[in-house]
């Protein structure tokens, strides 16, 4: 053998070493941009889930809401009956005693003509009565404390302060 085969054969060897690293270096390279992509697609699916699980949370919040304060909005009106207005009071009563959801701000403040009032013995049997959420506006504080903002409505969208005032 002389030493140019010799040559050619390390050559060879040389050459298939380099073709094996070349195949193992794309593979990798390959499992690594797999193993990539697979991530983005979990990750992307993760936030998919949890956007639809927040607006799916958001659209039962906003139907428990309308469904709590369905119950007092047919109260509300210009010309409401004093006995219709201490309907109303009992029902919030009972509804201050037993809150919907703990986590969630629900107790409601009733005024009478601007004063604050937790029964119906104000209420004249024969006068008619406005009767509507105090306004528009929201805060989360317990309507019942000192120092309260005056607003209608939770963040929530739960009713937080009726407005009844002598017609």
């Known amino acids: 053998m002389n030493s140019y085969n010799l040559v050619n054969i390390v050559l060879g060897v ?16 390959l499992a690594g941009a797999v193993a990539t992509s697979g991530a983005v697609v979990a990750s992307g699916s993760e936030v998919y889930n949890s956007a639809v699980s927040a607006v799916s949370s958001a659209n039962l919040d906003s139907q428990e809401a309308q469904a709590q304060n369905g119950q007092f909005e047919s109260y509300f009106g210009t010309n ?10 009992s029902l919030v009563k009972q509804n201050n005693s037993n809150p919907v959801d703990s986590e969630k701000p629900s107790t409601i403040l009733v ?3 601007g004063n604050a009032i937790t029964d119906a013995s104000s209420i004249d049997s024969s006068k008619k009565y406005t009767v ?15 120092g309260a903002k005056s607003a209608g409505y939770y ?5 937080r302060t009726i407005s009844i005032s002598e017609n």
């Not at 298939?16 to 193992?24: E, G, M, P, S, T």
């Not at 509507?132 to 989360?140: K, P």
Request: glycine content about 2%; overall charge negative.
């Open 132 to 146: 509507e959420a105090l306004n528009d506006s929201v805060d989360d504080s317990d309507p019942t404390s000192s």
């Open 155 to 159: 963040s929530s969208g739960f009713i």
């Open 111 to 113: 005024e009478l003509n």
């Open 80 to 89: 409401v009956s004093a006995i219709e207005v201490k309907q109303l009071i």
């Open 14 to 29: 040389v050459a298939a070493i380099a073709l094996v690293v070349c195949i193992v270096l794309k593979s990798t390279f």
